[in-house]
């Protein structure tokens, strides 16, 4: 094999690794990674330092040294049930403060929004004030010329 041909090779394979980095689809997928960590730091500083202050005003929820053994090895249950109440308030809280918002928000964008009506003939989606389809150009129901 000649020198040129292999550094030809080591050329595309670095050509091919450069448009894999800078595709949109890599690219979203890191910036998704960056920013969901981030968000995850917000929710588990809201969790640690809000959240479960206030549980611990009904009752205190250690479960650590709960445990059993079996033939010298120790099964720590009690800290898989700390991590699991850790999970659902952690759950909870986005749930709370992300989710039932953003649900909010876009049944009031649904509300705003103009009406529509199902096309009979391709069942496109169209403006309720429409009298033809835009998809197919069927006439609407109701619709008067």
């Not at 670095?14 to 960590?37: E, K, P, Q, S």
């Not at 529509?116 to 197919?136: D, I, N, Q």
Request: proline share 3%; charged share 20%; glycine share 8%.
């Amino acid at each position: 094999m000649a020198l040129g041909e292999g550094w030809r090779e080591h050329m595309d394979l670095l050509r091919d690794f450069r448009h894999y980095l800078f595709t949109a689809r890599a690219l979203d997928l890191a910036i998704g990674v960056v920013i969901g960590v981030a968000f995850g730091t917000v929710i588990k500083s809201l969790v640690d330092n809000l959240v479960s202050p206030l549980m611990s005003v009904v009752g205190d929820f250690d479960f650590s040294e709960l445990s059993f053994s079996v033939r010298g090895g120790e099964f720590l249950y009690g800290l898989f049930i700390n991590d699991v109440i850790a999970f659902l308030l952690v759950a909870a809280t986005v749930f709370l403060a992300v989710v039932r918002p953003k649900r909010a928000y876009e049944s009031q964008l649904a509300a705003q929004a103009d009406p529509t009506v199902t096309c009979g003939a391709c069942l496109s989606t169209v403006p309720a004030a429409a009298r033809r389809c835009a998809f197919c150009r069927a006439e609407l129901p109701g619709a008067s010329e």
